[in-house]
């Protein structure tokens, strides 16, 4: 049975961290390594936060001008755009945005990737997919709104969903891994990856 040592080049960065049972927590305590016998199947080793002493580089932006007019009327421009990506793809981009219930319908053109609205539940979702950094995705276009609907106070948030491989943002870096109890020479190998959670962007 395969006994593992997981050590990290920077276990500083690690905040509110919860472990998988087979994880020796007192040897983490002591000596920030992981010492575990992996379960049988998939699992999740840890969980954890990065400390807020430490900056994160949002690896992605969004240019955004939504505008609506009481005139029955609005426009909407948006660019999505890499940022501090190490030369990583961008990829599985989705912006969502809850557009207000005056709005009836949107009329727009993206210049990749597909859009749609949904008149019930008034969400606008744009699949952009891969962000090909030669010509940056852009969604322009009109939106239609109530005849007599009371003024729109405030724009809507932007909720942004995303992956990169072989990038992980939080900085964090694995140092080695080690295996003991088996005679095998085993492959090893780190696979990055980062993934948008809870994103939003206010405007």
């Known amino acids: ?18 472990f998988h049972p087979c994880v020796r927590f007192k040897r983490w305590e002591s000596e920030r390594i992981l010492s575990f016998i992996p379960p049988d199947g998939n699992f999740r ?21 939504i505008s609506f007019r009481e005139a029955g009327g609005g426009r909407l421009d948006i660019t999505v755009g890499p940022k ?72 809507p948030a932007i909720n942004v969903q995303f992956t990169i491989s072989q990038l992980a943002v939080s900085g964090l870096k694995v140092n080695r891994l080690d295996m003991y109890g088996e005679k095998y020479k085993p492959f090893k190998g780190v696979k990055y990856i980062t993934k948008a959670g809870r994103f939003q962007i206010r405007m």
């Open 1 to 18: 049975m395969p006994d593992l040592t997981l050590s990290f080049m920077n276990p500083r960065l690690f905040d509110d961290v919860s």
């Open 45 to 65: 080793l840890m969980s954890y936060h990065i400390g807020s002493q430490n900056i994160v580089a949002i690896p992605i932006y969004v240019r955004h001008n």
């Open 84 to 155: 501090q990506t190490i030369g990583r793809t961008v990829e599985s981009v989705i912006i969502e945005i809850p557009m207000p219930k005056a709005v009836l319908n949107c009329s727009l053109t993206p210049n990749q990737g597909k859009y749609s609205f949904d008149p019930v539940s008034k969400v606008l979702m744009w699949d952009i997919g891969r962000i090909d950094t030669a010509k940056l995705p852009s969604l322009r276009g009109t939106i239609s709104l109530q005849s007599g609907a009371a003024a729109v106070e405030s724009n």
